[in-house]
């Protein structure tokens, strides 16, 4: 699958005009707005990622690798084979899910983005957490005892 891309200039600046980000040249889908890629490129991108490709390649290809660990894919030997190439082309799922998220069809929510797949993060993929809480005073006060400690 070919993808027509363009390269902006990802800057952001305070009120007085510093500049508090800026990555030049960062790669992003022809059809991405300006501050699509500037979300991605400021929030989102390594320092090694020059493309919005970069960062859904390694979010995507990292879901795949735990798949393939985890024993989900009935067909590892390929999935492993693209994972060596991060060539996803000729896969149904690494490429559907690829393409989805090229075409902005659904994106992850940030920790996904930040961390996923990033060598010096931490492989956070929820912002939130689901607590076991019982519907009483007893126990939502335990509960903020023992987590808020």
Known sequence: ?????????AVLKNPDGTIVF???????????????????ASKYATPEENSVLDIIDRVVYQIVRWGCEQGY?????DLN?????IDYGDLKLDSALRD???????A???????N????????????CFVLDVQDNMEDILDLAKRDGM
């Open 108 to 114: 992850f929510n940030s920790p996904v983005w930040f």
């Open 116 to 127: 996923i797949g990033a060598k010096h993060h931490v492989p956070q993929a929820s912002a």
């Open 81 to 85: 084979r693209a994972m060596e190439t």
């Open 73 to 77: 894919f009935d067909d590892s030997s």
């Open 100 to 106: 989805i998220l090229i075409n902005q069809r659904a």
């Open 22 to 40: 800026e990555k030049k040249d960062f790669e992003i889908p022809e059809h991405f707005s300006d501050r699509a890629g500037l979300i991605a």
């Open 1 to 9: 699958m070919t993808i027509k891309t363009r390269k902006i200039d």
